[in-house]
Each structure stands twice: as C-alpha cells, then as structure tokens.
C-alpha cells in the first residue's frame, strides 16, 4: 500500500486548522475512511506539538457520555474549556495540518479522487497544499514528521 502525504500550512490561522480537521473528520466518518485518512496537527510554538489523535480522544469520550444521562453535562463542558482553552491562550506560531491518505494498490480510483477532492475544498485552498508522493524528495522526512508526532 502507498502513503501519500497532504501538508496544508495555516500560518498562525488556529481557528481555520481547527474548521479544516473538523471537515476532514466530517468526511473520514461519512466515508468510512477510519485507516485511509489520517489527520495530525504540527505547531511550531515553544516547542509544543500536539495531534489530531489527542482531540479525537476528547471527542470519543464525548460520545459514550451521550449514552448516560447523568454524565452527559460534565464530559460537554470540559470539552468545551479544553477547546477554549487553546483559542485563547493568544498568539501561536505555525499550524500545520498533515494528511495521511493509505489506500491499497486496487483503490486507486478512490485515492485519485481524494487527492482531487481535499486541496480543492475552500477551507483547505489558502493554506497551500502540497501534495508529497512515495519516490518524491522530502518523503521520508515527512514520514518521520508524521511519525514523530503520535
């Protein structure tokens, strides 16, 4: 199976990261694209370096929370604190978004088709995609990137 890498540079635009995972989990779950598509986050601020996996840990933790009616108010509002907490926290420095598509050697119809379909997506256009294929140069830096950032 071929890695493809899609690195999007936001700048120090958080908030528009944050609507661009948003869209990208929106998509991984409609499609069902839990092992094809993933998502991980590169800030270069102080050194600190968080990923996607983190959120998305905050985000399952909601859910069976839903299920449960007497604790579905605590995990909502620490949810909620924690996201707020990382707007406000002022000026950050770079955020970039790096996906992660995997599709095996039969589905390159659907790998085609999101590698057209993502950079062409009006949230993720201003961010500069650059699209790092297996053989092109920067492609193991950008595994151990990926790697490196579980």
Do not use: C, N
């Amino acid at each position: 199976m071929a890695h493809t890498y899609i690195v999007f540079d936001f700048g120090a635009d958080e908030e528009k990261a944050q609507q661009a995972r948003h869209k990208l989990e929106g998509w991984k779950q409609a499609f069902r694209l839990d092992k094809k598509l993933q998502i991980k986050f590169e800030r270069s601020d102080d050194g600190r370096e968080a990923t996607d996996t983190d959120s998305g840990d905050a985000e399952e933790a909601e859910k069976p929370a839903k299920s449960s009616k007497g604790a579905k108010a605590k995990p909502k509002s620490s949810g909620k604190a924690t996201k707020g907490d990382a707007k406000g926290e002022g000026p950050q420095g770079d955020v970039k978004l790096i996906v992660r598509l995997y599709f095996s050697g039969h589905e390159k119809l659907s790998e085609q088709q999101w590698m057209e379909r993502i950079p062409s997506d009006d949230l993720l256009k201003g961010a500069s995609p650059k699209i790092i294929r297996e053989g092109d140069t920067g492609f193991g830096d950008t595994v151990k990137q990926f790697e490196s950032l579980e």
